[in-house]
């Protein structure tokens, strides 16, 4: 009897469904480029999460509203709004090697080095994204952008190999 319950459950065990893998949102191989020229003071102020590249179940929920605060270092100073039942909180994103590069200590791929991938000239928009992929969003300094910046902040994923059928528009 032990023997039977033994092998019922190696076949239960072989017919649970894998884990699922986690699919990056960026072609592999495909080349990502940081707006290595970036002055990190451009950044300063609110921003809202306008449209971005994640699993809810991965990450927890989606950037939302995020104030961002220059740091002397060439750091930023994160507050970021309420997450998945998690109440707002405030971290630092450290410097990550070139100018426009960010590691900040979140869960999953929010803790990944994320990269300034385009800052619109007069920083209405923002497009950040992961090198590995697994993240990427359109920020903007108001809950809408132009049209036209809209489309610009895309045609920069696209370029940076985003897969745009997976762009998902913000959680609100």
């Known amino acids: 009897m032990r ?21 990056p949102y960026r ?16 950044l300063a102020g609110n921003w809202h999460e306008l449209a971005g590249f ?13 104030q961002v605060q220059p740091r002397r ?18 971290v630092t994103a450290t410097p990550a090697g070139a100018a426009g590069r960010f590691r900040a200590e979140l869960p999953g791929p929010l803790g990944e080095p994320w990269w300034v991938l385009w800052i619109a000239e007069d ?15 359109i ?5 809408t952008l132009r049209p036209d910046v809209m489309e610009a902040a895309r045609q920069l994923l696209d370029f940076n190999g985003y897969d745009l059928k997976r762009l998902r528009p913000a959680m609100r």
């Open 123 to 137: 920083n209405s928009a923002v497009v950040i994204g992961t090198p590995s992929g697994h993240f990427g969003a």
């Open 3 to 23: 023997q039977l319950s033994l092998l019922l459950l190696v076949l239960l065990a072989a017919c649970a469904a894998p884990p699922p893998r986690v699919v």
């Open 27 to 42: 072609k592999a191989g495909a080349p990502i480029y940081s707006n290595a020229g970036l002055d990190p003071a451009r």
């Open 73 to 90: 270092d060439g750091g930023l100073t994160l507050t970021l709004s309420e997450c998945a039942g998690v109440g707002a909180r405030t």
């Open 139 to 143: 920020l903007g300094r108001t809950p």
């Open 54 to 66: 994640y699993d809810p179940a991965e990450t927890g929920c989606a950037v939302g509203l995020t």
